[in-house]
T-cell receptor, first 112, second 114 residues
Framework: IAGITQAPTSQILAAGRRMTLRCTQD?????MYWYRQDLGLGLRLIHY???????GKGEVPDGYSVSRANTDDFPLTLASAVPSQTSVYFC???????????FGPGTRLTVT | AQSVTQLGSHVSVSEGALVLLRCNYS??????LFWYVQYPNQGLQLLLK??????LVKGINGFEAEFKKSETSFHLTKPSAHMSDAAEYFC????????????FGKGTKLTVNP
């Protein structure tokens, strides 16, 4: 069982470019999440999806968009990247209230 | 909204010493509580979770945590630190209102000295 996969592992991106971070889970979890991790700030929720076809905004949604066309995939798009979006991005999934979240290995993004 | 406070962004212990990482949450309603560990350049891995069963929760790698409602705390302990415990540790609490979202603390980086 792979769990959660993320792609790419790392990316250097020029400011103003569009970028989609991919996330796929094989656990059939209903809920999925995108976080960014920055030094000293911990993990901050960007967007989430409680079930396929629905999405919601987290703590820091500006500049990001998501879609949830099916249960397994939850891509995160930066429409026009800015240097402040340099971060490590983690995708996670869970299956019910009170259940733990399972995390992917992360994508390290540098916007220059 | 829920909040989580982890006291001490950095904790340093000697190998074999007690590990104590502190976590306080803000909820007035007993929540679901979690501790995660992150090793360098990896994702987060669940250490243990509290879901209103026993107040003393045992996790992996010899870690345990005690839920204290009166103190709104969920501190993580390990009797004897090992070099392999060096990592960053995150406390998380379930958001209120039936949501599956978690609110994370800012993390505590544990250093284990030989």
């Amino acid at each position: 069982i792979a769990g959660i996969t993320q792609a790419p592992t790392s990316q250097i991106l020029a400011a103003g470019r569009r970028m989609t971070l991919r996330c796929t889970q094989d656990m059939r979890h209903n809920a999925m999440y995108w976080y960014r991790q920055d030094l000293g700030l911990g993990l901050r929720l960007i967007h989430y999806s409680n079930t396929a076809g629905t999405t919601g905004k987290g703590e820091v949604p500006d500049g990001y968009s998501v879609s949830r066309a099916n249960t397994d995939d939850f891509p995160l798009t930066l429409a026009s990247a800015v240097p402040s979006q340099t971060s490590v991005y983690f995708c996670a999934s869970s299956d019910g209230q009170g259940r733990e979240q399972y995390f992917g290995p992360g994508t390290r993004l540098t916007v220059t | 909204a829920q909040s989580v406070t982890q006291l001490g962004s950095h904790v340093s212990v000697s190998e074999g010493a007690l590990v104590l990482l502190r976590c306080n949450y803000s909820s007035s309603v007993p929540p679901y509580l979690f501790w995660y560990v992150q090793y360098p350049n990896q994702g987060l891995q669940l250490l243990l979770k509290y879901t209103s069963a026993a107040t003393l929760v045992k996790g992996i790698n010899g870690f345990e945590a005690e839920f204290k409602k009166s103190e709104t705390s969920f501190h993580l302990t390990k009797p004897s630190a090992h070099m392999s415990d060096a990592a960053e540790y995150f406390c998380a609490v379930s958001d209120q209102g039936g949501s599956e979202k978690l609110v994370f603390g800012k993390g505590t980086k544990l250093t284990v000295n030989p």
